[in-house]
């Protein structure tokens, strides 16, 4: 009796017999507070498929995502251009990463992001984007020849151990101690940053020019006071683009909203990837690069084993190249514009919204106490259990009854981040703005259904606790 023939590996087959388990996968085998969390907040949905700026369930009902993977779906999803550059470079079936070879597709990308940066002069590739960011904390420190690394108050630039030092949030580095040399200065204290520039030991001061957590802008004229500061010092201005680039707030990069603003080193990823090959870039100035590979002995000083591979550089150039024909730029800065416009003449409509702010398609809705007395009982229960918890009740019910995907900004932040997909249009402007008034029209009007959630999740943070 002859043993059975093995089955030979098929995808599609592997996800029909076993994609119902997904909760439980993850559960026994990945971070078991994940599904735990989803289901506490009745996120626990099962998507079938995605295209743009939409997901369809396995009834066909359709969930507008506001949120585009924490901003990597800067497209949207299986844009036809990315998704044909990467069969095409698979078929091409190139001597991909040798080591010992200098392909074309990494020289023609870095070519290219270049045209955004004329001041700079080279890129590294990497995966992610704490990636870049290590990348740029190695090159300021080797650079200039010194240890601190300044970072904002509320940053977040990754969770790797180097990028973790420039953390601003205590509760994503509390227990990974000793990080490296850092200091945190508030975004737009420019007396606070001269004071530590003067120690003289400060490489680099890295900087989102929108902050992700809370959706804050650099103060007008602070980066390029802070630049000068920084350059009188001899060290060296880092902006974190990872978030907030590629088009993202209606510029390509957003330190270009204000003149003359030139970081000597800037990372990026996210969007750059097309949504499929994850992709991350340094890119900065000749003097840096030429100090840090400084000899052949030092050719492979800093490197990154899946960096500048093929797949990753295709969908780089494929989303570059739809970034201009489609104009999505200039969408951004126009759909942002209309949505951010549209959000805040609702302010004075809802006590219970506080302001709304951000540039192009990255917009903060953020919520404050009310003043009449029933509102502000239940909004004091609800800071007196966690702060945060009202962000998330307006999430949830903006997910359950108007299947439109969002997140709070932070932990602790009565703030609603929307980082929606760069190709939205008014379509998308006017569902989520009338879903967005639906959910606050019930919770002035003291919704059972939406307090009656929160009631659930105040039993969660008192459990948490």
């Known amino acids: 009796m002859t043993a059975a023939e093995p089955k030979p590996f098929d995808l599609a087959t592997l996800l029909a017999e076993r994609s119902a388990e997904r909760y439980d996968l993850h559960a026994k085998y990945l971070n078991h507070q994940l599904p735990r969390m989803l289901h506490t907040i009745g996120f626990d949905k099962v998507y079938e498929r995605a295209e743009g700026a939409y997901f369809w369930d396995s009834e066909g009902a359709d969930y507008l ?24 470079v698979l078929d091409a079936g190139l001597a991909d990463l040798t080591r010992f070879d200098c392909q074309p597709l990494p020289g023609l990308l870095a070519e290219k992001l270049l045209t955004y940066t004329p001041h700079l002069d080279r890129v590294f590739f990497g995966n992610s984007g704490t990636e870049a960011v290590e990348t740029a904390l190695k090159f300021a420190r080797y650079a ?31 227990g990974f101690s000793p990080l490296l040399p850092d200091t945190a200065v508030e975004l737009g204290d420019l007396e606070a940053l001269e004071r530590e520039l003067k120690r003289g030991d400060v490489a680099a001061l890295i900087v989102e020019p929108i902050q992700g957590k809370g959706v804050h802008a650099a103060p007008p004229g602070y980066l390029r006071a802070a630049q000068e500061l920084l350059h009188r010092h001899k060290a060296l201005l880092i902006a974190d683009e990872v978030q ?22 800037v990372c990026v990823a996210k969007a750059l990837s097309g949504g499929y ?20 002995d030092r050719v492979l ?36 514009d209309l949505l951010r416009t549209r ?5 004075d409509r809802y006590e219970l919204l506080h302001e709304v702010r951000g540039r192009g398609l990255m917009i903060g809705i953020e919520f404050g106490r009310p003043k009449s007395l029933g509102l502000r009982g239940r909004w004091t229960m609800l800071q007196a259990a966690r702060k945060g918890l009202f962000a998330q009740m307006v999430v949830v019910p903006l997910l359950q009854r108007h299947r439109i995907l969002t997140q709070v900004s932070g932990d602790h932040m009565e703030v609603i981040k929307l980082i929606p997909p760069l190709v939205i249009g008014e379509r998308e402007v006017d569902r989520f ?5 639906a959910v606050m029209d019930d ?3 003291g919704g059972s259904l939406m307090w009656e959630f929160s009631r659930t999740l105040v039993k969660q943070a008192v459990a948490n606790r």
């Open 144 to 174: 200039t020849g010194k240890p601190r690394v300044l970072y904002c108050s509320h940053a977040f630039h990754g969770l790797t151990t180097g990028s973790l030092s420039v953390n601003g949030e205590d509760g994503f580095r509390d």
């Open 65 to 88: 995502d506001m949120l585009a993977g924490f901003g990597v779906m800067g497209l949207g999803r299986h844009h036809p251009v990315v998704r044909k550059a990467l069969h095409d």
């Open 433 to 437: 703005v009338e879903a967005f008034t």
């Open 443 to 445: 919770a002035h009007a």
């Open 301 to 336: 000083v800093h490197s990154a084993s899946f960096g500048a591979n093929a797949q990753a550089m295709a969908a780089g150039l494929a989303t570059l190249s739809v970034m201009e024909d489609e104009q999505i730029v200039a969408n951004a800065r126009r759909t942002g």
């Open 244 to 265: 907030t680039g590629i088009g993202r707030t209606g510029d390509f990069f957003a330190y270009g909203h204000e003149e003359g603003v030139e970081p000597d080193l």
């Open 343 to 347: 959000l805040a003449a609702l302010v």
């Open 277 to 296: 090959v994850p992709v991350g870039a340094t890119i900065g100035k000749d003097w840096i690069f030429k100090k840090v590979y400084s000899s052949m």
